[in-house]
């Protein structure tokens, strides 16, 4: 029997199956791990098999993950954790502040979204809770990532603004919704079908943060087709998979210069005739971009170390 895990507890997977109804399963043994340092064998979204042994559901395979996102583990900081695999596209949730979102957190994530070619939507939520400060900035970042190519939309769940327009957008598909703690991604899961009544909570008022109310992935299907993943927050996105001549390709906007590099394997670090270098210089590539690209950079060398 075939079926697709929609929640994983560690022990337990929540698990539909073809004829629709919704079981309760473990694992069959050990299952051949990925190749990457993962801690979870079976993720959110994977297709699995399943064979019943008395009365329990054993998961015995794993069918190829079309894609995967997977994140630093928050307890082992050299090790991954796949957060959710054979997503449509991915939707990131963002608030400028209670919690602020950085743009280095932003192009992480659009980074590794790109390095599976799965497409993000950038969704601004908590409009309703907006500082003149803050509205300025949103509209600087808006205009960033809208002129790159991606898409955009303001939302606010509380208020259900900007909710019909996601609601289109994640029809059919399977969407994974994405960002720190506390942005208000299950508020906009509960906007989006108000059969859910998911958790929320509210952000700490000495921090600003999130306080992690979500504490595992689950997808649920969406009354007019499709279905959706709400996510724990995430603090900070894993890239061990990627070699750092790559990462300049899944930054979209670098790509048109980077091919007139005097050199093929330029890193666009400090080579002479880096046409990306020149871009920023001009203008043409924004300057956040670039450091956030330089910083992953960094990282990936720092990950090598261990
Ligand atoms: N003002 C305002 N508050 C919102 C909005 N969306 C969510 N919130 C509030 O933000 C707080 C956090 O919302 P959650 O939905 O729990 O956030 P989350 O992203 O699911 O957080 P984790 O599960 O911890 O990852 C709650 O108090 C929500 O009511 C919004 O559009 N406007
Ligand atoms: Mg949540
Ligand atoms: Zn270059």
């Given at each position: 029997?075939?079926?697709?895990?929609?929640?994983?507890?560690?022990?337990?997977?929540?698990?539909?199956?073809?004829?629709?109804?919704?079981?309760?399963?473990?694992?069959?043994?050990?299952?051949?791990?990925?190749?990457?340092?993962?801690?979870?064998?079976?993720?959110?979204?994977?297709?699995?098999?399943?064979?019943?042994?008395?009365?329990?559901?054993?998961?015995?395979?794993?069918?190829?993950?079309?894609?995967?996102?997977?994140?630093?583990?928050?307890?082992?900081k050299f090790l991954n954790q796949?957060?959710?695999?054979?997503?449509?596209?991915?939707?990131?949730?963002?608030?400028?502040?209670?919690?602020?979102?950085?743009?280095?957190?932003i192009d992480r994530f659009l980074?590794?979204?790109?390095?599976?070619?799965?497409?993000?939507?950038?969704?601004?939520?908590?409009?309703?809770?907006?500082?003149?400060?803050?509205?300025?900035?949103?509209?600087?970042?808006?205009?960033?990532?809208?002129?790159?190519?991606?898409?955009?939309?303001?939302?606010?769940?509380?208020?259900?603004?900007?909710?019909?327009?996601?609601?289109?957008?994640?029809?059919?598909?399977?969407?994974?919704?994405?960002?720190?703690?506390?942005?208000?991604?299950?508020?906009?899961?509960?906007?989006?079908?108000?059969?859910?009544?998911?958790?929320?909570?509210?952000?700490?008022?000495?921090?600003?943060?999130?306080?992690?109310?979500?504490?595992?992935?689950?997808?649920?299907?969406?009354?007019?087709?499709?279905?959706?993943?709400?996510?724990?927050?995430?603090?900070?996105?894993?890239?061990?998979?990627?070699?750092?001549?790559?990462?300049?390709?899944?930054?979209?906007?670098?790509?048109?210069?980077?091919?007139?590099?005097?050199?093929?394997?330029?890193?666009?670090?400090?080579?002479?005739?880096?046409?990306?270098?020149e871009a920023v210089d001009e203008?043409?590539?924004?300057?956040?971009?670039?450091?956030?690209?330089?910083?992953?950079?960094?990282?990936?060398?720092?990950?090598?170390?261990?």
């Open positions: 029997m075939k079926g697709i895990v929609l929640k994983s507890t560690g022990k337990f997977y929540k698990v539909k199956l073809e004829n629709k109804s919704v079981i309760e399963a473990q694992l069959k043994g050990k299952i051949r791990l990925l190749d990457l340092d993962v801690t979870n064998p079976v993720a959110v979204g994977d297709v699995v098999l399943l064979e019943k042994s008395d009365k329990t559901w054993m998961i015995s395979k794993i069918e190829d993950r079309k894609n995967y996102i997977i994140r630093i583990s928050p307890k082992k796949i957060i959710a695999s054979n997503i449509d596209q991915a939707v990131l949730v963002v608030t400028l502040s209670k919690p602020r979102t950085s743009t280095g957190f980074l590794t979204a790109e390095s599976y070619h799965i497409n993000t939507i950038i969704v601004f939520n908590k409009q309703d809770d907006l500082s003149n400060k803050d509205q300025t900035k949103q509209n600087e970042l808006a205009d960033l990532y809208q002129g790159i190519g991606y898409e955009v939309l303001f939302t606010s769940a509380i208020k259900k603004q900007g909710v019909e327009e996601l609601k289109q957008k994640m029809k059919e598909k399977t969407t994974l919704l994405s960002g720190h703690s506390g942005v208000g991604k299950s508020t906009l899961t509960n906007a989006v079908d108000s059969t859910l009544n998911l958790k929320t909570k509210e952000v700490s008022k000495k921090f600003s943060k999130g306080v992690h109310t979500t504490t595992h992935a689950e997808m649920f299907s969406l009354p007019f087709g499709g279905n959706v993943i709400d996510v724990p927050g995430i603090k900070e996105f894993g890239i061990a998979h990627l070699d750092k001549y790559e990462v300049a390709d899944y930054f979209i906007e670098f790509q048109a210069k980077a091919a007139n590099c005097k050199f093929s394997d330029c890193l666009h670090i400090n080579e002479p005739k880096c046409k990306v270098k203008g043409e590539i924004h300057v956040e971009r670039y450091l956030n690209y330089l910083n992953i950079l960094d990282s990936l060398e720092e990950q090598k170390e261990y």
